[in-house]
């Protein structure tokens, strides 16, 4: 059964900051692996998706790898914004189409 | 423009009064889900659906029904409301076997009362 973890559950930057997001996974057998952003009471913006054949993917600021060998994904936010303030989800989807979600990261950053 | 939509945004309603959250896809994606939200425990899989006619538990399906009588549409049915059902709704859509990546619904705020 896959299980997605993140650490840390929360975390708190002075603005401008270069950061990383952490994911792992138990289960390698990963098709993607997306990554989402949420803000408070709201819905689920994806960010990035991974392919189980890619390493990583760029939109932007961000950056997201993945490592099926070692059941790790990171997200790397350079020069943080306090815009960039919401909760970072990760989800690996397995060969059954299930989303597995981690419990999120909640980002502030402070101006 | 591709998306899910879902209806209501918020409901209020009370103990064992039956309501329909909808679904819609217009993406021709087969494949369509519900999760729930909670604090603490993250999203968590209600059901889901493979596509037309195919439909399966997913991680906590006590309490609600579903159904797939078209491809786009994937309601969730609350027969008899409870309190512990007070929670944010998703829905969620794919395709089968292509690495596509999921698109979510706005989701629905229900509180049951």
């Known amino acids: 059964k896959q299980e997605v973890t993140q650490i840390p559950a929360a975390l708190s930057v002075p603005e401008g900051e270069n950061l990383v997001l952490n994911c792992s996974f138990t289960?390698?057998?990963?098709?993607?692996l997306q990554w989402f952003r949420q803000d408070p009471g709201k819905g689920l913006t994806s960010l990035l998706l991974?392919?189980?054949?890619?390493r990583e993917q760029t939109s932007g600021r961000l950056n997201a790898s993945l490592d099926k060998s070692s059941g790790r994904s990171t997200l790397y936010i350079a020069a943080s914004q306090p815009g960039d303030s919401a909760t970072y989800l990760c989800a690996g989807q397995g060969g059954s189409e299930k989303l597995v979600f981690g419990k999120g990261t909640k980002l502030t950053v402070n101006p | 423009e591709a998306q899910v939509t879902q209806n209501p945004r918020y409901l209020i309603t009370v103990t064992g009064k039956k309501l329909t959250v909808t679904c819609s896809q217009n993406?021709?994606?087969?494949?369509m889900s519900w999760y729930r939200q909670d604090p603490g425990l993250g999203l968590r899989q209600i059901y889901y659906?493979?596509?037309?006619?195919?439909?399966d538990k997913g991680d906590v399906p006590e309490g609600y029904k579903v159904s797939r009588k078209e491809k786009r549409n994937f309601p969730l049915i609350l027969e008899s409301p409870s309190p512990n059902q007070t929670s944010l709704y998703f829905c969620?859509?794919?395709?089968?076997?292509?690495?596509?990546?999921?698109?979510f619904g706005s989701g629905t705020r229900l509180t049951v009362v």
């Open positions: 993406m021709n994606h087969e494949y």
């Open positions: 289960d390698s057998a990963i098709y993607n």
């Open positions: 659906s493979m596509n037309v006619e195919v439909t």
């Open positions: 991974i392919q189980s054949s890619q």
């Open positions: 969620a859509s794919t395709y089968r076997r292509r690495s596509y990546g999921y698109t």
